[in-house]
């Protein structure tokens, strides 16, 4: 069983930076497909990021684009969203998610594909 944890969150005035972390265990991160979410107050979830199995492919919502960066370390078990520049429109809580589905360059950018979740951290920049 697969579970995740994020940290990192925390406050931050615009133009920072911060590095959300979410540990896996059950499974190892190199087998699993990872991405981040986020959802502000009266807001939908939305995408943030997402990367495939093999970790050569990634994809980011337009909003962050060159500003944030997912990754991950095999050896820590645990993927990583670096986040910089950033925006009070950033403030929401980030979710990290997993799913063992799909090929191995496949990334999702929908949270059904998701069935694996983390509890959330806050994320509040401000300006």
């Known amino acids: 069983q697969v579970q995740l944890v994020e940290s990192g969150g925390g406050l931050v005035q615009a133009g920072g930076s911060l590095r959300l972390s979410c540990a896996a265990s059950g499974r190892t991160v190199s087998s699993l497909a990872m991405g981040w979410f986020r959802q502000a107050p009266g807001r939908e979830r939305e995408f943030v990021a997402a990367m495939s199995i093999s970790g050569t492919s990634t994809s980011y919502a337009d909003s962050v684009k060159g500003r944030f960066t997912i990754s991950r370390d095999n050896v820590k078990n645990t993927a990583y969203l670096q986040m910089n520049s950033l925006k009070p429109e950033d403030t929401a809580v980030y979710y990290c998610?997993?799913?063992?589905?799909?090929?191995?360059?496949?990334?999702?950018?929908?949270?059904?594909?998701?069935?694996?979740w983390g509890q959330g951290t806050q994320v509040t920049v401000s300006s």
């Open positions: 998610a997993a799913v063992r589905s799909g090929g191995a360059s496949y990334y999702y950018t929908s949270s059904t594909w998701y069935d694996k």
